[in-house]
């Protein structure tokens, strides 16, 4: 398993984990826009991570930042891989963060929504960034 890292705010962002998300999250969304804003999708992720390192979050959550919607594109990563490279409280983070599929998008909405008043700190934060 590996070690999760105490760095935090700023400095998370120099650590290996959060620029190993964000470099496989831009790799990830070459060529994809935003189905609204039709601005590069990676755009969007590169914010929220940039937040989440700014309220002094450590070094895992910020790269969970970055990985926050890979788990919903499944050509991305599986929830195996994400645990494999870049650990288990990371992967578990993302999938805290991810919409549950196969059901109507409206019930998959309002039951995230429920699943977040209980969710980690780390998870709250990262969903709060995530907000325009």
Request: glycine residues 8%; aromatic residues 10%.
């Amino acid at each position: 398993m590996k070690r999760e890292s105490n760095e935090v705010g700023i400095n998370a962002l120099r650590h290996h984990l959060a620029l190993k998300a964000a470099f496989f999250s831009f790799e990830c969304t070459q060529g994809e826009v935003r189905h609204v804003t039709k601005e590069p999708y990676f755009h969007h992720i590169y914010r929220v991570g940039l937040r989440v390192a700014g309220f002094g979050a450590p070094a895992s959550v910020v790269a969970t930042a970055f990985l926050h919607e890979a788990l919903e594109a499944p050509s991305w990563a599986s929830l195996d891989y994400l645990h494999r490279e870049f650990g288990a409280g990371t992967a578990s983070l993302v999938k805290e963060l991810t919409p549950e599929t196969g059901v109507a998008p409206g019930t998959a909405l309002k039951r995230f929504r429920l699943r977040l008043i209980g969710a980690s700190p780390g998870a709250k934060l990262i969903k709060a960034c995530c907000l325009n």
